[in-house]
């Protein structure tokens, strides 16, 4: 397997990507407040967005089997605030280090497999090099009952010194009125 970085994706993987995107993060759409699912067009315009970096992974096929976004352009990102993390971490900022991982995608085939932890390593090399931060936000459904915020800190805190908080928490609330019995 071989992991390819990729600043403008072909069209034919972003075809292919958003099957597999679609078919991950629809789920999301009942289990998560927030919008979780690009549309196509959405999908698209961020794989050829130069400022975005996209991982892509290869099996020996040469099939693309995994795809992660990650950039250091925060304005990329449309639901976070850039001047959050600019004031939290001004140093990093003044020498652009400040990243954000978007999404991840692993093709079923795959899951389990070498394929999302060959991307970590380069991520983790990256920002153990630039001496960055990384922000990422994980939807409470994928933090509480799929464990996924433990399972990226088990596997980063294994290759570098680092220190992961929460940030931030988005709580939506729902006010549901019910009529009033009539007298």
Same mark, same amino acid.
């Given at each position: 397997?071989?992991?390819?970085?990729?600043?403008?994706?072909?069209?034919?993987?972003?075809?292919?990507?958003?099957?597999?995107?679609?078919?991950?993060?629809?789920?999301?759409?009942?289990?998560?407040?927030?919008?979780?699912?690009?549309?196509?067009?959405?999908?698209?315009?961020?794989?050829?967005?130069?400022?975005?970096?996209?991982?892509?992974?290869?099996?020996?096929?040469?099939?693309?089997?995994?795809?992660? &976004?990650?950039?250091? #352009?925060?304005?990329? %990102?449309?639901?976070?605030?850039?001047? /959050? =993390?600019? !004031?939290? $971490?001004?140093?990093?900022?003044?020498?652009?280090?400040?990243?954000?991982?978007?999404?991840?995608?692993?093709?079923?085939?795959?899951?389990?497999?070498?394929?999302?932890?060959?991307?970590?390593?380069?991520?983790?090399?990256?920002?153990?090099?630039?001496?960055?931060?990384?922000?990422?936000?994980?939807?409470?459904?994928?933090?509480?009952?799929?464990?996924?915020?433990?399972?990226?800190?088990?596997?980063? &805190?294994?290759?570098? #010194?680092?220190?992961? %908080?929460?940030?931030?928490?988005?709580? /939506? =609330?729902? !006010?549901? $009125?019910?009529?009033?019995?009539?007298?």
């Amino acid at each position: 397997m071989k992991v390819v970085v990729e600043r403008e994706m072909p069209a034919d993987l972003i075809e292919g990507f958003y099957g597999l995107y679609r078919e991950a993060f629809e789920p999301l759409r009942t289990r998560a407040a927030a919008r979780h699912v690009l549309t196509a067009e959405e999908f698209a315009e961020e794989m050829v967005d130069a400022r975005v970096d996209k991982y892509v992974v290869y099996d020996r096929e040469g099939r693309a089997v995994a795809l992660t &976004t990650f950039t250091d #352009d925060l304005r990329t %990102v449309p639901w976070i605030e850039p001047a /959050y =993390y600019a !004031a939290r $971490f001004p140093e990093q900022a003044a020498r652009n280090a400040i990243f954000y991982l978007g999404f991840t995608l692993v093709h079923p085939d795959q899951q389990g497999g070498p394929a999302f932890a060959l991307t970590v390593v380069q991520l983790v090399h990256r920002l153990v090099a630039s001496g960055g931060v990384c922000a990422y936000d994980i939807c409470a459904y994928n933090d509480t009952v799929r464990s996924l915020g433990a399972e990226i800190e088990k596997a980063v &805190t294994a290759m570098a #010194d680092v220190t992961i %908080v929460g940030s931030d928490t988005q709580t /939506y =609330y729902t !006010a549901e $009125f019910h009529a009033r019995a009539s007298h």
